[in-house]
């Protein structure tokens, strides 16, 4: 028998886990349920602004998962994001995904008026450019985002996360689900479903389009006088549509509302509208740093670490990420 000429390559494959300074604590938390290290970064800015990262440990032949919630300042870390995957690339990583929990830029999934960006579109091209195979999120503003990605999404939800919260504290021949506004209406009707088909509600309104993060009209379809209202959202921002939405559901008889919302995004004045609401009780997942100033009393914050962990197991180990959640994607 002849001797195989040649050098065998070592077949294992080696997951590494990478993360910018956007949210360390939940990369930390990752690593921890995924029981490994995050690989040791060097990471500053220049004077100008201008951001350097390089990786302290050799990348090659690796699968390189790198973490980074699009939080404020946003641009700066979807900077730094990108020039850690450029970084990969050049290092001979072997696949490289993004993992952002946040992705920024969803809302500007489409034009609404004449000469606007799709702003969405660009970021999944940019990630693309700099040398991404694939791209790990949760819970994107609309799903149709994942096909502007050339390559594999895997789109997490929170919702049993946030349902399972819920259900241990609230009588759910009581509650009501309650989509704020139409574009929510899908993922309402899995709310619905999750709970043992708790009634459904909806309510309308009108944006005015000249001016950001502002409704001018709201109005309630569906039974929610004497009931406990649930409103779902994907993020609360400046908190001023979720408190209004509230209001209208006391206005038309609600005993009870509380709040669940995947991204706290948090901005201005969101911390004080939703600390002197109406609102019972406001739930929402850590895919974006809620620092100690941010929390109130109200507030709760779960870990989405656990899920984001596995979902980075299954593609590690080609399994099945969909099957973490009964085939949705």
């Known amino acids: 028998m002849s001797e195989v000429s040649g050098i065998m390559a070592n077949g294992q494959k080696k997951l590494m886990l990478f993360t910018g300074r956007a949210h360390p604590d939940l990369a930390k938390e990752v690593a921890a349920n995924l029981d490994v290290e995050l690989t040791p970064t060097s990471a500053y800015d220049f004077a100008n602004g201008e951001t350097f990262v390089r990786f302290l ?8 998962f790198v973490i980074q919630s699009h939080t404020a300042p946003i641009n700066q870390w979807i900077m730094e994001q990108l020039i850690m995957v450029d970084a990969l690339k050049r290092a001979s990583a072997k696949r490289i995904t993004v993992v952002a929990p946040f992705f920024g ?19 999944a091209d940019l990630f693309k450019t700099a040398g991404a195979h694939r791209l790990i999120t949760v819970d994107l503003h ?3 985002i994942q096909g502007f990605f050339d390559g594999p999404v895997d789109h997490l939800f929170a919702l049993d996360l946030l349902a399972s919260h819920f259900e241990k504290r609230l009588d759910l021949s009581q509650v009501t689900v309650v989509a704020p506004d139409a574009g929510r209406v899908r993922v309402t009707e899995r709310w619905s479903d999750r709970l043992g088909g708790v009634p459904m509600a909806i309510i309308h309104k009108k944006r005015d389009p000249d001016v950001a993060n502002e409704v001018k009209v709201f ?17 609360i921002d400046t908190g001023g549509t979720i408190v209004k939405a509230a209001d209208a559901l006391f206005d038309h008889g609600a005993s009870r509302v509380v709040v669940a919302a995947t991204h706290g995004v948090l901005s201005g004045p969101a911390v004080d ?7 019972s009780e406001v ?25 984001v962990a596995r979902a980075i197991n299954e593609v590690f180990s080609d399994g099945s990420v969909t ?4 085939g949705h994607s």
């Open 273 to 279: 509208r939703l600390k002197n609401s109406r609102i």
């Open 105 to 123: 830029y969803a809302r500007q999934d489409k034009k609404h008026r004449g000469r606007e960006p799709i702003s969405a579109r660009l970021m």
């Open 323 to 326: 099957s973490l959640f009964g």
């Open 142 to 144: 609309t799903a149709q």
């Open 283 to 307: 739930v929402l997942t850590n895919t974006l740093p809620i620092p100690e100033e941010k929390q109130f009393d109200k507030l709760t914050v779960l870990s989405i670490a656990p899920l």
């Open 219 to 235: 109005d309630v379809v569906g039974e929610v006088e004497g009931r406990t209202c649930v409103v779902v959202d994907d993020m």
């Open 57 to 64: 440990e050799s990348v090659r032949g690796s699968d390189a």
